[in-house]
T-cell receptor, first 113, second 110 residues
């Protein structure tokens, strides 16, 4: 089954404790991206990747890092989380470029205390 | 940059038509999308329209695009309780970034 998986689905952590949210897709997609969803703000893109070893900043990259060592994985790293990063995070992938259908993961709800 | 706006809430009676509206600012947007987000789930692409089209119909869904006014709408015919969700409009701008609206929460009551 074609899917995008994220782990963990829920996470409560404390300020400053490094964490990683994993994202994996099994569709051999080249394009992957991370979004955060906040009430009243919709989805905002954090980072995206056009292919392996190619990443670029989205609209709200501050406080986040990503890597793309393999085609299927695109982890999101918060080196020193802060409460304003409490949000719902979505990973998405598509076959070539963003114009193609993006498949979204189920979301990761992160709370930073 | 591109800005995409939607109203936050819409409430309709089961069996009626729902119309969700969206406005965008970038006239060079090539593709416009409608996504559906059910509770506790990710976004699911419902439909999209290319900027040289005025209308697209897919079963109960009708998308209308007024490029002059930069206005996009999604009409759901015979709305069902299973249509209750958040609907996001998104526009693909010339920077190849997908910009989402704030989402419209559709509530269907019996």
């Amino acid at each position: 089954e074609a899917q995008v998986t994220q782990n963990p689905r829920y996470l409560i952590t404390v300020t400053g404790k490094k964490l990683t949210v994993t994202c994996s897709q099994n569709m051999n997609h080249e394009y992957m991206s991370w979004y955060r969803q906040d009430p009243g703000l919709g989805l905002r893109q954090i980072y995206y990747s056009m292919n392996v070893e190619v990443t670029d900043k989205g609209d709200v990259p501050e406080g986040y890092k990503v890597s793309r060592k393999e085609k299927r994985n695109f982890p999101l790293i918060l080196e020193s989380p802060s409460p304003n990063q409490t949000s719902l995070y979505f990973c998405a992938s598509s076959s070539a470029a963003v114009v193609d259908t993006q498949y979204f993961g189920p979301g990761t709800r992160l709370t930073v205390l | 940059g591109e800005d995409v706006e939607q109203s936050l809430f819409l409430s309709v009676r089961e069996g009626d038509s729902s119309v969700i509206n969206c406005t965008y600012t970038d006239s060079s947007s090539t593709y416009l999308y409608w996504y559906k987000q059910e509770p506790g789930a990710g976004l699911q692409l419902l439909t999209y329209i290319f900027s040289n089209m005025d209308m697209k119909q897919d079963q109960r869904l009708t998308v209308l695009l007024n490029k002059k006014d930069k206005h996009l709408s999604l009409r759901i015919a015979d709305t069902q309780t299973g249509d209750s969700a958040i609907y996001f409009c998104a526009a693909l701008g010339d920077t190849d970034k997908l910009i989402f609206g704030t989402g419209t929460r559709l509530q269907v009551f019996p």
